[in-house]
């Protein structure tokens, strides 16, 4: 069962390497980071306005930016953020997963799937993957395939792969063949 948010939220769009990312937050923390795709971008950038009041929310979004500006320019390896995330106990359980994963490692599905505490919810674990409502700072990118491919990102492999590669978990020049595994 989701929690209802209670909280208004702060928003704001970022230009990035990987696009434009939406960031959004309550007073309690960021809630959502996800990718603008092209067409939600032209209507009407917000790029540096936040499209609430909130100080506590604009001091949170404020904060993920210098962050994210700092992880892409290879000053940052951690996010030390708080999170306001919405989702069932399973999801809040894989995201938490996630958050443990370090920079520059990976696991596969099955593995956070046994970290968990579900050995035999690989797919479940995907599911939740897919649901993470802040990527990047809950690396979902982290996660992949048994064989060490890449699988299912909903910004797209490609930015899976950047991101992957941005770590020093991909080689720079190779395709997504081979990652070092946590």
Known sequence: MKKKKTAAEAGIKLQT???VLHIAATP??????????????????????ATSPGRQARTHIANAIRQIREYFSGRRTDFDLPLDL????NQQLVWQGLL??????????GDLARKVGSPRAARAVGTACGRNPVA?????????????????YGGGLWRK?????????LPEKSGAQQARLF
């Open 86 to 89: 919405e989702g069932t106990p």
């Open 136 to 152: 990047v700072i809950v690396p979902c990118h982290r996660v992949i395939g048994t064989d060490g491919s890449l699988h299912g």
């Open 28 to 49: 309690r923390g960021i809630s959502q980071l996800d990718f603008v795709r092209p067409k939600q971008n032209r209507t009407g950038s917000q790029r540096g306005r």
């Open 161 to 169: 792969e950047f991101l992957l590669k941005l770590e020093g978990v």
């Open 17 to 19: 390497p990987i696009g």
């Open 100 to 109: 443990e994963i370090p920079f520059g490692k990976t696991l596969t599905y």
